[in-house]
């Protein structure tokens, strides 16, 4: 069989999923999450796939290896790689495969590797324990791929550990590894969610071209749209287990045929009205304020203002001291310069310094839900801790507020309430982790990342809940964002951060019309456009030595 998507003519197929079906067992009963879905990949060619929460995107690449996540179980369909089918072969026969012929690149590198093993170390055990090069050979292979890579010092970058080298450098050195053996599949579930614009342009690259390179079969599974648009030949469309369409990668974005995909597109479009600038005071000041960790300085000099009932984005790469500005803000980094004022008065530098009626005016929202909430706690016990902590509610009055807060936050408590976070999608866990920041009544919210995680479908509706709230209790948000599409569908001011320093600030029409500060402009270049040949632009037009630092 010939075919050819994008100008690309692929001849051979590789993997075949036919009449694939797969349940997950929920409580006391099965439920189908993938419904009879048949897919054909061939080799060379690298596969889109995209959807909304739930969809089934992670659970069908992961099936493309004939792996089943925990909890479920395959009933129906077959899986062809190369002609044998992983459904239905043994697990031993599959862990040959694993690793060797077909390879995983998950979204987190973090977690992915073993944060007490150099990262040559881990490279080189994939080879050797997989027979394919000696030790000495396959050291010399990790930093010829680190290079190709674009790694930073190929030589040396391997004899680091996983925390020494930034996010990005850490997710190509993930890709690295998954290609020790030279695999003819690739799986890549979600793997630029996390970083920032200048970072993921360097992976995107760095992932592209190894594909290229070694004419490696991927399957890349996204919530972004923009982003399956550099990498994909193909496009499918997910949709509650279901395939919606499927096209090539030109014709799925100029003309989608479903009224389902059109939608995923009319949403990453969408920005928010601008609002006239806040007359109102400020509740939060930051005047002139330095920060270090250890002998490090990770803040210089940094002041800014959030009026009432104001949002004020935060933007800047990987490094840039976002983080730490909140954590200074929340006094879990005393500052060694500077001061914090709220409401008009200078607040201790340490949180255990500072009284319980300001910890509960300031909250926050943190990027990832999982690790936010306790797994073993039911929703009502997640939102009641702080009723309980703050405002002394109990009994009846504590189980009434719990129902009205999830009430605003759209999740009926009359099924919510009784839930564990393992029981609720991404979007609806990071709800609930509004809701528990709403328990304490705030009148300012810090949210961390709080949608870079989301795709498209779910992060709308959670920034509208946060605009809703908003106009509602009249809050605060100091929003830290590495997604300039989100801070325009938030924010009313932008602060922009480099190497701990404030660079430009502004409200949203000032700082994002040109002329720019030129990190500004790097950072509004760099945000990937629906077209797939910006990536190949974008890369010519930048210096070289912009793509190669990490």
């Not at 590894?177 to 890549?188: G, H, N, Q, S, V």
Request: neutral net charge.
């Amino acid at each position: 069989m010939n075919i050819e998507n994008n100008g690309k003519a692929f001849d051979q197929t590789l993997l075949k999923i036919s009449g694939l079906c797969i349940e997950a067992n929920r409580g006391d009963a099965w439920h189908s999450i993938v419904k009879g879905i048949d897919l054909e990949l061939h080799r060379g060619e690298v596969l889109g796939l995209i959807g909304e929460s739930g969809a089934g995107k992670s659970t069908l690449g992961l099936a493309a290896m004939g792996y089943e996540k925990p909890g479920c179980r395959i009933t129906a369909g077959s899986i062809l790689f190369d002609g044998v089918d992983l459904a239905r072969l043994p697990r031993e026969r599959k862990r040959q495969l694993w690793g060797s012929r077909i390879a995983y690149v998950a979204q987190s590198a973090a977690a992915s590797f073993n944060p007490a093993h150099r990262l040559i170390d881990q490279y080189v055990e994939t080879a050797v324990q997989h027979r394919v090069l000696p030790e000495c050979k396959a050291q010399g292979d990790a930093v010829e791929m680190y290079r190709r890579m674009r790694l930073p010092d190929p030589e040396q970058i391997g004899l680091r550990y996983p925390h020494q080298v930034s996010g990005g450098q850490l997710q190509r050195a993930m890709t690295a590894m998954a290609m020790a053996c030279r695999p003819d599949l690739i799986i890549f579930d979600e793997p630029t969610t996390a970083l920032d614009v200048t970072t993921q342009i360097e992976v995107l690259a760095a992932i592209r071209d190894l594909v290229q390179q070694f004419g490696t079969a991927a399957i890349y599974v996204t919530h972004d749209l923009a982003v399956v648009a550099q990498m994909a030949d193909r496009i499918m469309v997910l949709r509650n287990g279901e395939t919606v369409e499927q096209a090539d990668t030109r014709t799925m974005l100029a003309a989608p045929r479903e009224p389902y995909t059109r939608s995923l597109w009319a949403v990453r479009s969408m920005q928010r009205e601008t609002k006239p600038r806040s007359t109102e005071a400020a509740l939060v000041k930051v005047e002139g304020v330095h920060a270090m960790y250890g002998q490090t300085r990770v803040l210089e000099d940094v002041s800014l203002e959030i009026p009432r009932g104001a949002t004020l984005a935060v933007v800047g790469e990987s490094g840039s001291g976002k983080s730490t500005l909140a954590r200074v803000l929340t006094g879990l980094l005393p500052p060694t310069q500077g001061r914090v004022l709220f409401q008009g008065q200078a607040l201790p530098g340490a949180c255990h310094q500072r009284s319980k009626t300001v910890l509960r005016h300031m909250q926050m929202v943190y990027q990832m839900p999982d690790t936010a909430l306790n797994p073993r706690q039911r929703v009502r016990d997640i939102i009641g801790r702080p009723l309980e902590l703050y405002l002394g509610l109990k009994g009846r009055a504590r189980e009434e507020r719990i129902s009205e807060l999830l009430e605003q936050i759209e999740l009926p408590s009359s099924r919510f309430i009784d839930c564990f976070p393992g029981e609720l999608s991404g979007g609806q866990k990071q709800r609930i982790c509004i809701a528990r920041a709403l328990a304490a009544e705030p009148e300012f919210i810090i949210c961390d990342e709080v949608t870079s995680a989301l795709d498209q479908v779910v992060a709308k509706g959670i920034l509208q809940l946060l605009d809703r709230l908003q106009e509602q209790l009249g809050l605060s948000y100091l929003f830290i964002t590495h997604d300039l599409a989100t801070v325009r569908s938030i924010a009313d001011e932008v602060v922009v951060m480099l190497q701990g320093k404030v660079v430009e600030q502004g409200s949203i029409r000032e700082v994002f019309t040109p002329p720019h500060h030129a990190y500004t402009e790097r950072l509004l270049a760099s945000v990937p456009e629906m077209d797939p040949g910006w990536l190949t632009r974008r890369l010519a037009q930048a210096p070289q030595q912009a793509l190669i630092n990490g």
